[in-house]
């Protein structure tokens, strides 16, 4: 029998699209992390989202980090999931992440946008200061260029 992996989310550990949460670089400066849940086969457990991104961020880490949120292909079924929705967000708003510096958005799908724009002024003025939109497409081209590597 295997031993059960430590310090990895174990959905992740057995199949390599259960999450799609990760560190993509690391400066001197600042850590970032990439989130596309359109990759993410397990979109709709919010149980496991919040362990996978707990354990994927490094909590003695005192560096700034940036969460680049890819919404390209959030859909109707990533609507029906509010739980989802806001696990990651408490979390994120939570002060296990004093850390995070922004949240950048790239690639806004419709329904992305309308759900933004309907809780925009539920979100804390705090968090909301954090959100940056990706209009000129500066972190969607680095974001793809890191991926075609990856891949």
Not at 28 to 52: G, L, Q, T
Not at 67 to 94: A, P
Not at 122 to 141: G, L, M, Q, V, Y
Request: proline share 3%.
């Amino acid at each position: 029998m295997e031993p059960e992996p430590k310090n990895v989310c174990k959905q992740c550990y057995y199949e390599l699209n259960a999450h799609s949460f990760c560190l993509i670089s690391e400066t001197k400066y600042e850590k970032y992390y990439y989130y596309c849940s359109v990759d993410e086969k397990y979109y709709y457990d919010a149980d496991s989202i919040e362990n996978h991104i707990l354990l994927e961020i490094d909590r003695n880490c005192t560096k700034p980090w940036i969460l680049i949120f890819d919404s390209s292909g959030y859909g109707l079924k990533h609507l029906w999931h509010q739980r989802v929705r806001k696990t990651v967000y408490n979390l994120l708003n939570s002060s296990l992440f004093l850390n995070l510096k922004n949240i950048v958005i790239i690639n806004p799908s419709l329904i992305f946008n309308s759900i933004l724009r309907v809780n925009w002024y539920f979100i804390p003025i705090e968090f909301r200061n954090k959100i940056i939109h990706d209009n000129h497409k500066h972190f969607s081209n680095m974001i793809q260029m890191v991926l075609t590597e990856v891949h």
